[in-house]
């Protein structure tokens, strides 16, 4: 088993803030809201184990979001894995890696379109909690698309408990509790990425028989593209196309991958107009997928700049010759909600569990090569 002691992840360090919700410069008001954060996360962790009688957590980490729609599929995704036999004995929690995400999601802000108010903690809040609980077992779930930038930052997290950063952790109980980590979807390009494309296939197949099906994914800049990971698109496109040669996977954020490159691929393979479907490539349908993606009208459209990222794949896809319309072409559905894609992320915290190596993203930033 993986001793919370041997875990020292040799890579290089994106520091992770234990003051994630810091909303005030005053120092007394950081640590009074710390402490605060704290305690809430505490009470959820004592009450749940108290009830349950489960001494072992699993805590899904996701960067976050604000939409109603997003904090339904994170409940799904925590009721799937309830009610999972592989994960029976452990009581399961779902957590934000994005301090922003984090503050608007608990000010409500998309509360005028019926979102609810939620509080999501950061991962150090949970970590604490568990520890302080005295959980004998503690999975990590990466709820990331790629293991990319946000992936780094939950490994991080997991570095500041293992150890115990802020010192008041019962450390004969840290020589005692085993730690373990979800991969995030598309880590293996061998097993992953063809489970990936054949489930969406599933899904989808009959649409893309009509048009382009173009998803749209994050992805990282350059300087921020840890593992090499922005290879899993360029990867997933090629497994997709196997299956059928009208699935294309672009970015926001991956350069030489944005919509532009999408279209300059979909011309060189003769599709230049025609029916086309946009789906996000992401564990939910938030702001990049209501926007970037499917925002409709002039506000998402600036002629003068095409291929301004503040232009909406909707629009620029529309003004460049293709077929899309409001109610047909936009998949509003996150990858947590395709059961088949859900069921992929479940096998690597099963595969944790069952103690699979990820030795080579613990010592490499290039796994690749």
Same mark, same amino acid.
């Given at each position: 088993? +993986?001793?919370?002691?041997?875990?020292?992840?040799?890579?290089?360090?994106?520091?992770?803030?234990?003051?994630?919700?810091?909303?005030?410069?005053?120092?007394?008001?950081?640590?009074?809201?710390?402490?605060?954060?704290?305690?809430?996360?505490?009470?959820? &962790?004592k009450a749940q184990k108290s009830?349950?009688?489960?001494?072992?957590?699993?805590? #899904?980490?996701?960067?976050?979001?604000?939409?109603?729609?997003?904090?339904?599929?994170?409940?799904?995704?925590?009721?799937?894995?309830?009610?999972?036999?592989?994960?029976?004995?452990?009581?399961?929690?779902?957590?934000?890696?994005s301090a922003i995400c984090i503050?608007?999601?608990? @000010?409500?802000?998309?509360?005028?379109?019926?979102?609810?108010?939620?509080?999501?903690?950061?991962?150090?809040?949970?970590?604490?909690?568990?520890?302080?609980?005295?959980?004998?077992? *503690?999975?990590?779930?990466?709820?990331?698309?790629?293991?990319?930038?946000?992936?780094?930052?939950?490994?991080?997290?997991?570095?500041?408990?293992?150890?115990?950063?802020?010192?008041?952790?019962?450390?004969?109980?840290?020589?005692? &509790? =085993?730690?373990?980590?979800?991969?995030?979807?598309?880590?293996?390009?061998?097993?992953?990425?063809? @489970?990936? @494309?054949?489930?969406?296939?599933?899904? !989808?197949?009959?649409?893309?028989?009509?048009?382009?099906?173009?998803?749209?994914?994050?992805?990282?800049?350059?300087?921020?593209?840890?593992?090499?990971?922005?290879?899993?698109?360029?990867?997933?496109?090629?497994?997709?196309?196997?299956?059928?040669?009208? !699935?294309?996977?672009?970015?926001?954020? +991956?350069?030489?991958?944005?919509?532009?490159? &999408?279209?300059?691929?979909?011309?060189?393979?003769? *599709?230049?107009?025609?029916? +086309?479907?946009?789906?996000? #490539?992401?564990?939910?349908?938030?702001?990049?997928?209501?926007?970037?993606?499917?925002?409709?009208?002039?506000?998402?459209?600036?002629?003068?700049?095409?291929?301004?990222?503040?232009?909406?794949?909707?629009?620029?896809?529309?003004?460049?010759?293709?077929?899309?319309?409001?109610?047909?072409?936009?998949?509003?559905?996150?990858?947590?909600?395709?059961?088949?894609?859900?069921?992929?992320?479940?096998?690597? =915290?099963?595969?944790?569990?069952?103690?699979? @190596?990820?030795?080579?993203?613990?010592?490499?930033?290039?796994?690749?090569?």
């Open positions: 088993m +993986m001793k919370i002691k041997s875990l020292m992840l040799a890579m290089v360090a994106v520091a992770a803030s234990a003051f994630t919700f810091t909303s005030c410069s005053d120092d007394e008001n950081t640590e009074n809201n710390y402490t605060t954060y704290q305690k809430a996360v505490d009470e959820q &962790v009830k349950s009688g489960n001494n072992k957590a699993i805590l #899904l980490v996701a960067f976050g979001s604000t939409w109603q729609q997003a904090f339904d599929s994170f409940d799904a995704t925590k009721k799937a894995y309830e009610n999972d036999p592989r994960f029976k004995g452990y009581d399961v929690f779902v957590s934000y890696s503050n608007r999601a608990a @000010a409500g802000e998309h509360k005028a379109e019926g979102a609810q108010i939620r509080n999501y903690y950061a991962p150090n809040f949970w970590l604490h909690a568990f520890g302080s609980s005295q959980y004998s077992e *503690i999975l990590v779930q990466s709820l990331q698309v790629i293991p990319g930038e946000e992936f780094t930052r939950v490994i991080n997290y997991i570095k500041d408990f293992a150890n115990n950063y802020l010192g008041d952790l019962d450390d004969t109980y840290l020589s005692k &509790v =085993t730690l373990r980590l979800g991969a995030p979807l598309l880590t293996d390009p061998d097993t992953d990425v063809p @489970a990936v @494309a054949k489930a969406l296939n599933d899904v !989808y197949k009959d649409t893309a028989a009509k048009g382009a099906f173009a998803f749209m994914g994050h992805g990282n800049p350059n300087n921020y593209d840890t593992y090499s990971a922005n290879v899993r698109y360029t990867q997933l496109e090629e497994e997709l196309q196997k299956l059928n040669p009208n !699935y294309f996977v672009g970015t926001v954020d +991956m350069p030489e991958n944005y919509k532009q490159n &999408v279209m300059e691929r979909m011309q060189a393979a003769g *599709i230049a107009n025609g029916k +086309m479907f946009l789906h996000p #490539l992401m564990s939910i349908a938030g702001d990049h997928s209501h926007n970037d993606m499917a925002g409709i009208g002039a506000e998402y459209w600036d002629a003068s700049e095409p291929e301004s990222e503040d232009n909406s794949w909707f629009e620029y896809f529309s003004h460049n010759g293709y077929n899309l319309t409001e109610n047909e072409s936009i998949f509003m559905k996150g990858l947590l909600d395709v059961k088949g894609v859900l069921n992929i992320w479940m096998d690597h =915290t099963a595969n944790a569990i069952a103690d699979e @190596a990820l030795d080579d993203y613990y010592h490499s930033m290039f796994p690749e090569e």
